[in-house]
């Protein structure tokens, strides 16, 4: 019997051991953090990088970014456009990377935003990342190799429900279902019939729109749990217009995506052969059109299939700067309630940089908060 009085124990000095230097922090306990802070290795958090000097549309499936398959213990997640940058070397093809990297990457391969890459980064670093030793994977387990789900304090990627991955996914399925990081193939070959029925089979705005408001209905209809408050309200509109705006090649610009291309990102993770990145830097460019197609303010189910209630406490697109302070607050100081030494400096650092991204997509509108006072 004393063998089964200290299981417990055994078992929690075996995660410790076996954290990974890039599992996040986020929720663990004080008990868990003593124990496994002094395991990693502090780094320094890089500056965020700066815009690109060059924003022209050039080849980026390239020689020096052949696409590669996966190799054993490579990992993946549920973002589309990250697994492609790491398949193709603009990111670690391991599939684990530093907040600049994945800015550089974004940036050098999809021409996306400078404010925007630092938002949606840190964003995801805050609740995902390991702030200690500065790393990020992009998803919670290896394609080939890794648990499902990953066993307790051992979590790393986009892996926190309703933040970076979410409800209402065009290609993934609700947390409530159980695999909401791996690609869907029901969900995919719905994406492909509403190309077919709305775009003329290609996938454009008029699609995007009529898409996501049926992913909508569809959570709406099934999940008793089903979640679109901010910040999930908001990534859920950029999901939608991210393949119009980084997987259509820059040559042509024109805002159709093609099914071939669409199955070698969403499937492959791979560019089409001779790919260019888009002409100019891009965005959120049509969130507003597809989000004005069918209003729908923030909220969620109560518990019940068909319960939808909207949430007056949610950032919605005219409180743009209630969502940094929702994330901030309740989001992250919900997952470190009393960080103290380098947690706390690290945290800190990273909220900053945070602030950096959400100051230049609001044009200097909001207004920084400190969660953990500002010595």
């Known amino acids: 019997m004393k063998y089964f009085a200290l299981l417990p124990t055994l078992v929690f000095a075996a995660r410790v051991v076996a954290f990974p230097s890039y599992a996040s922090l986020a929720g663990l306990s004080e008990r868990e953090l003593d124990a496994i802070l002094p395991t990693l290795e502090l780094r320094e958090p890089a500056l965020p990088p700066g815009p690109l000097k060059d924003t022209s549309a050039k080849l980026v499936n390239d020689k020096a970014h052949p696409w590669k398959p996966l190799r054993r213990g490579d990992i993946r997640g549920p973002c589309p456009g990250l697994n492609t940058l790491a398949s193709h070397g603009y990111l670690p093809r391991n599939g684990i990377a530093t907040p600049a990297q994945i800015i550089n990457a974004v940036q050098e391969g999809f021409n996306m935003e400078n404010d925007l890459a630092i938002f949606v980064t840190y964003a995801a670093h805050l609740v995902d990342g390991n702030l200690i030793t500065d790393l990020l994977s992009l998803g919670h387990k290896t394609p080939l190799t890794g648990p499902d789900p990953p066993p307790p304090a051992i979590v790393g990627g ?17 947390a409530f279902f159980g695999n909401n990081h791996d690609l869907n193939a029901t969900l995919f070959d719905q994406f492909v019939d509403f190309s077919n029925r709305f775009g003329g089979g290609k996938y454009n705005l008029t699609v995007a729109a009529e898409l996501r408001f049926k992913r909508i209905q569809d959570s709406i209809a099934t999940n008793p749990q089903f979640d679109f408050t901010s910040p999930r309200y908001f990534t859920a509109y950029a999901e939608s217009v991210f393949p119009i705006n980084f997987f259509v090649d820059g040559r042509r610009n024109d805002g159709q995506l093609d099914m071939d291309d669409a199955r070698g990102f969403f499937q492959l993770n791979r560019m089409p052969d001779k790919f260019f990145r888009p002409n100019g830097t891009r ?14 303010q923030p909220g969620g189910n109560v518990g019940t299939v068909n319960s939808y209630t909207f949430d007056p406490t949610s950032a919605d697109f005219d409180t743009f700067c209630l969502l940094y302070e ?50």
Request: proline share 5%.
């Open 326 to 375: 929702n994330f901030v607050q309740r989001i992250v100081k919900g997952l470190y309630p009393n960080p103290t030494g380098k947690l706390l400096t690290a945290l800190n650092i990273n909220l900053d940089f945070f602030f950096q991204g959400i100051q230049g997509l609001s044009d200097g509108e909001c207004t920084q908060v400190f969660p953990y006072g500002q010595d």
């Open 283 to 296: 965005g959120t460019q049509g969130l507003d059109e597809i989000a004005m197609a069918y209003p729908i």
């Open 158 to 174: 986009l892996n926190t429900h309703a933040v970076f991955e979410g409800d209402a996914s065009m290609t993934r399925g609700d």
